[in-house]
């Protein structure tokens, strides 16, 4: 008798769960893999992003001249190698503020962003989609000035396309 009882209750309760599941964005999909690991086809691979920020800092012979930092929500990324790209959510705008190697030798001249050419130490991207591109520009001291950047001092922007 008690058998039958729960018979009868276990579509309830497995449709029950399963609406309760979906109401909260859950998937019922197993993800388990099946047949010698192939993937159900039921499940789908998780999300990713899929937008990239790429990070140059202007390098001559085998120096770095400056850091950059990027943040956004409540991650920060430090960069420090000639160029470097990482991902982050599609739709991110990111604070980018840099600190100079040295200040008296090669202090910084300006950031190269999508938007153009922008002075100052700190600068924003939106990271919209697909991959966006930011250098921090650094010269030697002087030809900062006259506004040469880094082309005047050999250096490079780490980008070489």
């Known amino acids: 008798m008690w058998h039958r009882a729960m018979h009868r209750l276990l579509p309830v309760s497995v449709a029950g769960c399963a609406l309760a599941l979906a109401a909260c964005g859950a998937s019922t999909a197993s993800p388990v893999a099946h047949h010698h690991g192939a993937a159900s086809p039921n499940t789908q ?3 990713a992003s899929s937008c990239h920020l790429a990070v140059a800092i202007t390098t001559a012979a085998g120096t770095t001249w400056g850091t950059v930092t990027a943040t956004y929500g409540s991650t920060t990324d430090t ?6 790209t990482i991902a ?3 739709g991110t705008t990111v604070t980018l503020s840099q600190t100079a190697t040295s200040t008296t030798t090669w202090p910084f001249a300006h950031w190269t962003v999508p938007s153009g050419t922008v002075k100052g130490s700190t600068t924003t991207v939106d990271v919209a989609s697909g991959t966006v591109h930011a250098t921090a520009v650094y010269a030697l001291a002087g030809a900062a000035a006259s506004g040469s950047g880094s082309s005047s001092s050999g250096g490079s922007s780490g980008w070489s396309g």
Not at 79 to 84: D, E, L
């Open 45 to 47: 691979p998780a999300a």
């Open 79 to 84: 960069f420090t190698a000639p160029a470097r």
């Open 88 to 90: 982050v959510p599609c």
